[in-house]
Every structure is written in structure tokens, then in C-alpha cells.
């Protein structure tokens, strides 16, 4: 560690959480999540932060507009200082003015091959179309669906008797390495 002081991450989730979960023990020196969001009152991902001591903020989306949605959003992560995002299973598209203050200093991960398979059922359709590997992507975000350059990739073989859960479990387990790694590096640039 050169003595900078580590970075202040958000974290973006709308369920489970694993990959806040992989993001907190990997206790990076290069990055300190701060702030966990939600767009879900009860997303499970939610409990893991509080768990750990993290501030969090839960808001529903419905009967709000996209961009005032991501304003509410965009004040918590100002109020806590935060300087990079990071969207872990966070389920609801962003508005263009949002991903434009955060560019470059926003990521995502997808559970496919990107450029293959932006969007929802990337197992399944990694399995449909006879592909010999599927994985997962750290991406930058910008204003399309899981869109914007990749920084980091991991492969995993895809296996004859593979169904979409048992090829998403092998994935998750990779995602859960690669996206500490991608974060911190990211930050590092920053
Ligand atoms: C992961 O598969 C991630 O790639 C995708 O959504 C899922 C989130 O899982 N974007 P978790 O909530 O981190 O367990």
C-alpha cells in the first residue's frame, strides 16, 4: 500500500448480495465501501451491510421518474463523500445524467462474456447457443445496458450436463474473485 488513502466505494444492490459480500472480504487496501444503496427496502444485500456497520439507504422507485430517482441517489452518495460506485446486482437502469457524473468512475458486473449476452438468463442463453465457455465482466458503465469498456474478464467451461444454476454457481464463485481485483485496480487510477 503506498499510504494513499483508500478510496470511498459505493455499492449499488437490489437482492442478494454476494458480490458486496466478496467486495468486503477481500479487504482491499485500495478501496473502503462507505455507503450501500438500494433501490429494494428489503434487499438481503442490505442486511449484509448493516451487519458489517455500513451506512445504507433503501429507496423505492415507483411513482418516481428515472432521473429524480437517481437524484435522491446521487445526494446520499455526495453526503457520504463517496468517489466510485460500484453496481453489484443493482436491477434498474440508470438515467443518462446519472451515469454521466459518475463516468468513469462507475462500474458493473455482468454475469457473461461481454460483449455476449448484455441483459437478463446469460447462463441460459450461453447454454442455448452451445458455447464452450461462459463468465463474468467488470465493466465501466455508460448510458447502455450493460454496455461500456470491459477491465476485467474470468472464463469458466461451460459443461455438457450444465444447466443455467449449476453453470451460474461456478460463475458466482468467479465473479466473487474478479470483482475486487477490477475494483481496486480501477480505483488505483483514480
Ligand atoms: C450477479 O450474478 C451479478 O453478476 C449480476 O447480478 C448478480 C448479483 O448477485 N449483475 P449478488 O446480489 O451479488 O449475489
Redo the contacts with the bound molecule.
Sequence with gaps: MSGEARKRIAVL????????QALLDARQDAYEIVLVGSNVADAP?LAIARAAGIATFAHAHQGLKRAAFDALIDDQLRAHDVEAVA?????RILSEGFVERWAGRMV????SLLPLYKGLDTHARAIDAGDHFAG?SVHIVTAGLDDGPVIAQARVPIMPWDTPETL?AR??IE?HRLYPRALAELVRTL
Design positions: 444492490l437490489s437482492g442478494r448480495g454476494s458480490n458486496l444485500g453496481l453489484a446486482g443493482y436491477m458493473n458486473i455482468h454475469p463474468c451460474a460463475v458466482l465473479e
